[in-house]
């Protein structure tokens, strides 16, 4: 997601208000304690052993990943040690508004007519508000379609006044984000999510436990499979919090239960974390296929709903305009650096690499954050693109393909 600050001028005089009000104005807002780190690793949401996945226990998702495994085998009828068809993965990053490009691809992948059905799908941010909805496939497309390319501004948040620095957690309210969230996110959606789950397929959503300064990689379709309005409501969090940038937009607050207590976390934005991923380092999937007694091949593909460059801008000698062109910046080449990493895990894992991203050749204005004209015309471009088979790049820039 892309960070939304206040001019200078609006912080100036929001600080200058915000000098003649009570220190009480100024208090903390209250939540409930912080997960002490001891218990990090205990914690339950919903009483759902398999809900969430911590990088530092990667036998966890060893474990979820067999399981899987021996699910899609028992579907397809695939007896022990047989040969399971091509794992198609999919990896959709964060970007903001540019997850028009993503939407766009991937609708228009459809219309050529070779789309795979994905064993896993993985989003952070904006990417995470795709993943269900490419997950499922064609028969949402149309939704997808609607929400990058009818939304507007206010569909995604309203702004704050400029004191909301100091006096409250954020400086916009996505109230609008979590109402239009909710308005495709529905029971329909979370049986499908569970039925397709229960064939083996994985749906991973990312956000960010600012308490711990950790990432958090939700098991989507494990949630969809309790099936109550609970577990609705947990999705729909999970997919807000995963775009909800921090400062610009409110932490979302999860109750968990760790050691006998009552808890709360607060997480932000996937994408503070790393701006895509596939699996964690730390999990070689060669292990859980060889416990399975299964063999595959794999091919993963990558779509980086974002440019390769940060855009040029005349920043202004200020504090807010620098830090805010020095953020952009790093989440851009923090970005970079995760396709990197994902194409040496394909190396190891011996998968195919498949690399999209915003090329230079799109060249449509963008005045400002979720500008439905910008939004519309990246998502044709990335149609047209994919409509006509989309160019894949089978290595990151500089590195030849299998080249490691």
Known sequence: MKVVLPSPKRLFLGLLALATL?????????????????????????????????????EQMTAEQKKQLLREARYLHVPPGGEMPTAYLLSLSGGGDDGAFGAGL???????????????????????????????????????????????QSDIFTKRFVTAAL????????????????????????????????????????????????PVIWNIGAIAEVGT?????????????????????????????????????MHVDGGASSQAFLIPTSVDPRLARAEAGHRRNTDAFIIRNSRLTTEWTDTERRTLSVAGKGVTTMINYSGISDFYRMYLETLRAKAGFNLAYIEPDFKAPHPSDFDQPYMRALYHYAYEKAAHGYPWMHAPPGFKPGEN
Not at 193 to 205: F, N, S
Not at 230 to 251: C, D, G, K, T, V
């Open 22 to 58: 009570s220190v009480a104005a100024c208090s903390t807002l209250e939540r409930k304690s912080a997960v002490p780190p001891e218990l990090r690793r205990s914690t339950s949401v919903l009483g759902i052993p398999n809900a969430r996945f911590f990088r530092d226990q990667p």
């Open 106 to 152: 991937l609708v228009g992948w459809t219309a050529h007519g070779d789309r795979p059905k994905f064993k896993l799908v993985t989003g952070v941010s904006t990417g995470g508000l795709i993943s269900p909805f490419a997950f499922l496939g064609s028969e949402y497309d149309a939704a997808l379609t609607d929400v990058f390319t009818n939304i507007v």
């Open 167 to 214: 006096t409250d957690d954020a400086m916009a309210d996505t109230a609008p984000l979590y109402g239009t969230i909710s308005k495709h996110v529905d029971g329909h959606m979370m049986a499908r999510i569970a039925e397709e789950y229960g064939k083996g397929r994985v749906l991973l959503i990312q956000t960010t436990d600012l308490d711990a300064g950790y």
């Open 229 to 265: 309005p609970e577990a609705l409501n947990l999705i729909r969090h999970i997919m807000l919090a995963s775009a909800s940038i921090p400062a610009a937009f409110p932490p979302v607050m999860f109750d968990v239960d760790a050691g006998g207590g009552a808890y709360q976390e």
